[in-house]
């Protein structure tokens, strides 16, 4: 129905209001607007900074324009909203974006143009929002991207960290030095929406006092103060501008007052810097839990020592987080047996499982709602996304610290044992309240094993041991509606190994796959303009229609016949190349070959990724090239091979990989020898921007991980779309690309997953010297022990992994990989025949877009649906 106007004149207010600037001459009113009022400044002294914020400003102005008509529509109608919970979105840049989405670049390029700067200086210009380690954080951000395009009613929650990932520096020695990233420093972010307005408190430490009701008090211990920061997340050529909700931790309002007036300041300050300290910085550390005797040898992140910060972080944001869905639930006037048909909650990994406890305490304690009907509740609302097998990556939580810090949650997991694994007993419940460890003798579990001791302790939340720990994956499993991995392996693997025994418990239903995928905006539009324009023109589609439908991209497939569109194809790589060069250049003083085949492994440093495999080909290829005569080395094809990525601080032998790769490029590009045929680099402090100028100049990359531990990847993805081919292993999404772009256009090699197993045990119990296994990778061991790359003991605790105990496998995989890279010389000497490979890859990417995958979320998990604002 129509509404009344709310107050004053409609007419003023309608005259009054704003709309997105659409042509030339308002983009370039809004910036010089922006320009002499929100900064201060004149045409004068305008820098390339100050150009850049005045645009920043413009298109920020336009944003909030359909943010705010997209968040009171979202309200009016009420749809089921889903809710993504991130500990990191990796966003990158957003200028660019923005005006993609908003189908103004041509404008803003050209009012730039006139207002007499250069548009590509502008966007050098914008800081990276690094607020992730890498594929989880970056895949959440692309998820929002498609949320927004798709218009679907989704949020994003996550931290507002004061410092993102670290800044990395490497040494002349070929060290990794981190340096914190300030990238709010240099004044307001304009992509964020400051709402101070929006706060919540949340508790930590206390008692907690069951009363007989079922109920309990949660009293005393720390408050501190959470408040809102509105990240606007434009749709793609749609008006749906979505939001990413950032928690900053500040104090309470008074919270020190009792200790200033009796004049212990250090008390009340140093409380005041507690609840700060919370949301200070991102944890660098992926795949491992924070290991406390690594992390105590850094100078750097000394302060991130011990886990209670890590946890105070998650608790903090998954209070907040759900503290802010309940009231906007409550706002619908709905009862809250009909939470789960509004409100569903994605967790990113399991670092917001904490949500399954807290939102029961809320149910409970809060809504006076019974055990049963809150666990209902929260079972049919919460979905849980695993990301790792690995077992060393799996989250614990130390009972004596969540006792003390969630002293209700702990109560209520204790609880959630005590009812979800079925007890009945009262000489159980007994043993529960007294804290004691019976508790994996659950009587639901005994009844479909009986006397399966092993089995209950394999599943219990609690693992024994000093001291116990409570395991967040059991925890988020039984907790959740659905459970997925990240790619179909890797679905499989979550389901016959970490949680075989739920699967079994609990039956299949509840566990699936959703393969990842890709933003085409950034990972094609943005970062390869000139690709995207020869598919546009080809396609003869806009593509605002193929950037939003990518299986458009077959259509291509006829093309790779075609000579002269090989031609531009191939044109586009090489300026791609030269593209990258200039930046390495100018960036790094150095020159890149870029008549070489460009060979690109970037990715967060760990033994399972295995860049030292790669690093070892190199020299293995370098020994090779020393060897032939002049006329043999006339024959071989140039290469260039990139390194980028960080090195989780504490990660000793990851360190020690880095250096490896500098010092032997520092030797490898010095020879004459071989410098036109072979040169590496290591491209320091790895990011989302640095991706984006990587990516589209490559000829192949590499995604070499053992086979079973990578659980997808998705740069693999981002090259294969932009045309570069995979050297790879049969693991995580590799296998499913092929499976898209054919076999015949990906370079596979070395043992499957079922093979791992097995070949691990072997090299415990019947270990064979590198000598016999494989006499190619000795010589190269005995090359890096003997010093050719400077003192070679720096380097014995990085082959000793190999020598010993090789758990990553790279003695059993590296003569299939030297074979793959052969392969690869082979098939690169038939140009024609490469560049049809490229673009038959390109063209059957489609189903890697993250609109597929957001889409697979939305409808077979959330149940939510489109909601176009008009
Ligand atoms: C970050 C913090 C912690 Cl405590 C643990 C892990 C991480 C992290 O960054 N994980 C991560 O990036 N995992 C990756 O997720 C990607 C998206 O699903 C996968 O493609 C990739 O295989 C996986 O390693």
């Known amino acids: 129905g129509k509404e009344k106007w709310p107050r004053g004149d409609e007419n003023v207010w309608k005259e009054g209001s704003r709309s997105v600037n659409t042509d030339v001459s308002s983009v370039t009113k809004s910036i010089v607007n922006h320009v002499q009022t929100s900064l201060a400044r004149q045409a004068y002294n305008l820098d390339n900074l100050g150009a850049y914020q005045a645009a920043a400003l413009s298109v920020r102005d336009d944003l909030i324009l359909n943010w705010n008509e997209t968040q009171m529509h979202y309200t009016r109608k009420a749809p089921k909203r889903a809710y993504y919970l991130s500990l990191e979105f990796l966003m990158g840049r957003t200028f660019d974006n923005a005006l993609l989405n908003l189908g103004l670049k041509d404008q803003y390029r050209e009012g730039v143009t006139k207002l007499g700067f250069n548009m590509e200086d502008l966007l050098e210009q914008e800081r990276d929002a690094a607020l992730g380690n890498g594929g989880l954080g970056r895949l959440a951000a692309c998820y929002l991207d498609s949320s927004a395009s798709q218009e679907l009613p989704v949020w994003g929650y996550g931290l507002r960290?004061?410092?993102?990932?670290?800044?990395?520096?490497?040494?002349?020695?070929?060290?990794?030095?981190?340096q914190p990233d300030p990238w709010l420093a240099g004044g307001e972010n304009p992509w964020e929406l400051p709402r101070l307005d929006v706060s919540y408190e949340v508790r930590?430490?206390?008692?907690?006092?069951?009363?007989?009701?079922?109920?309990?008090?949660?009293?005393?211990?720390?408050?501190?103060?959470?408040?809102?920061?509105?990240?606007?997340?434009?749709?793609?050529?749609?008006?749906?501008?979505?939001?990413?909700r950032l928690w900053e931790s500040k104090p309470k309002r008074g919270f020190d007052l009792n200790s200033f007036n009796a004049g212990d300041y250090e008390h009340a300050v140093e409380s005041s810097n507690s609840?700060?300290?919370?949301?200070?910085?991102?944890?660098?550390?992926?795949?491992?839990?924070?290991?406390?005797?690594?992390?105590?040898?850094?100078?750097s992140y000394t302060h991130l020592v011990g886990k209670e910060l890590r946890l105070k972080q998650q608790y903090f944001w998954t209070a907040a987080s759900l503290a802010d869905i309940v009231r906007r639930f409550k706002n619908i006037g709905k009862p809250f047996s009909e939470f789960p048909d509004y409100v569903a909650i994605?967790?990113?990994?399991?670092?917001?499982?904490?949500?399954?406890?807290?939102?029961?305490?809320?149910?409970?304690?809060?809504?006076?709602?019974?055990?049963?009907?809150?666990?209902?509740?929260?079972?049919?609302?919460?979905?849980?996304?695993?990301?790792?097998?690995?077992?060393?990556?799996?989250?614990?939580?130390?009972v004596p610290l969540m006792e003390h810090l969630l002293p209700r949650h702990m109560q209520i997991i204790y609880d959630i044992v005590l009812h979800d694994e079925g007890f009945s007993c009262k000489v159980h419940r007994q043993a529960v309240l007294l804290k004691s460890t019976v508790l994996t003798k659950s009587s639901a579990v005994e009844k479909k094993f009986p006397g399966d001791r092993d089995r209950l302790a394999r599943m219990s939340l609690i693992e024994e041991g000093f001291p116990k720990q409570v395991r967040m994956a059991h925890l988020a499993c039984i907790g959740s509606r659905k459970v997925n991995g990240v790619a179909e392996l890797h679905s499989d693997l979550v389901k016959t190994t970490i949680l075989k025994d739920f699967v079994e418990f609990e039956g299949q239903s509840k566990f699936s796959n959703v393969t990842n995928g890709i933003t085409p905006r950034?990972?094609?539009?943005?970062?390869?303009?000139?690709?995207?324009?020869?598919?546009?023109?080809?396609?003869k589609v806009d593509k605002s229609v193929w950037l939003k439908d990518l299986d458009r991209l077959k259509g291509l497939l006829p093309y790779a016949e075609d000579v002269e569109f090989r031609k531009e194809w191939a044109a586009i790589k090489q300026r791609n190349k030269e593209r990258l060069a200039h930046h390495v250049e100018t960036t790094l003083g150095l020159t890149v070959n870029t008549n070489a085949m460009f060979d690109v492994q970037i990715k967060r440093l760990h033994e399972y990724k295995r860049q030292t495999l790669n690093i070892l080909g190199v020299i293995h290829r370098y020994l090779t090239l020393k060897q032939m005569s002049a006329a043999e080395r006339k024959k071989v094809n140039p290469r260039v091979v990139f390194f980028a990525g960080k090195a989780a601080p504490g990660y000793y032998i990851a360190k020690l990989t880095i250096r490896l790769i500098v010092n032997a490029a520092r030797i490898i590009n010095a020879d004459p020898d071989t410098r036109d045929l072979l040169t590496v680099y290591f491209l320091p402090d790895y990011s989302v921007s640095l991706a984006e100028v990587l990516i589209p100049s490559s000829d192949i990359s590499q995604h070499i991980s053992t086979a079973g531990t990578e659980a997808s990847g998705t740069s693999n993805m981002k090259f294969c779309l932009n045309g570069g081919l995979l050297v790879g292993t049969v693991d995580g999404a590799n296998i499913e690309i092929a499976e898209a772009v054919g076999e015949n256009n990906v370079f596979f090699f070395g043992h499957l997953t079922p093979a791992v197993e097995d070949l691990r045990y072997q090299h415990m119990y019947r270990p064979v010297p590198v000598e016999e296994k494989c006499p190619a990778l000795a010589k190269v061991l005995?090359?890096?022990?003997?010093?050719?790359f400077g003192d070679g003991g720096v380097y014995e605790p990085l082959l000793n992994t190999i020598r010993q105990n090789d758990y990553y496998l790279i003695t059993e995989d590296?003569?299939?990989?030297?074979?793959?890279?052969?392969?690869v010389d082979q098939a690169y000497l038939d140009k024609e025949e490469w560049i049809k490979k490229s673009i038959r890859t390109t063209a059957n990417m489609g189903k890697f877009s993250s609109d597929r995958a957001i889409l697979e979320y939305a409808e077979s998990f959330w149940s939510i649906e489109p909601v176009k604002v008009t």
């Not at 606007?232 to 501008?241: D, I, R, S």
């Not at 149910?363 to 079972?379: C, H, Q, R």
């Not at 950034?522 to 396609?539: G, H, V």
């Open 161 to 178: 960290y004061q410092y993102g990932i670290f800044q990395q520096l490497i040494s002349p020695e070929g060290q990794q030095l981190e």
């Open 782 to 788: 005995d090359k890096i022990s003997g010093g050719m």
């Open 522 to 539: 950034r990972w094609l539009d943005q970062c390869n303009p000139e690709l995207s324009a020869l598919i546009s023109k080809t396609l």
């Open 204 to 244: 930590f430490y206390g008692t907690a006092e069951r009363l007989p009701d079922g109920r309990a008090l949660w009293q005393g211990g720390q408050e501190v103060l959470a408040v809102a920061y509105d990240v606007m997340v434009p749709g793609c050529y749609t008006k749906n501008t979505n939001n990413l």
């Open 346 to 398: 994605q967790l990113n990994d399991t670092h917001p499982t904490l949500a399954i406890p807290e939102l029961m305490r809320i149910l409970i304690d809060e809504e006076e709602i019974p055990w049963g009907k809150a666990w209902d509740i929260v079972t049919n609302t919460v979905f849980y996304t695993n990301h790792t097998v690995l077992p060393e990556a799996l989250e614990k939580w130390p």
């Open 814 to 823: 590296f003569d299939s990989y030297i074979g793959a890279l052969e392969m």
């Open 275 to 299: 609840a700060a300290a919370i949301t200070s910085v991102l944890y660098p550390n992926d795949h491992t839990n924070n290991n406390e005797s690594r992390d105590r040898s850094q100078l």
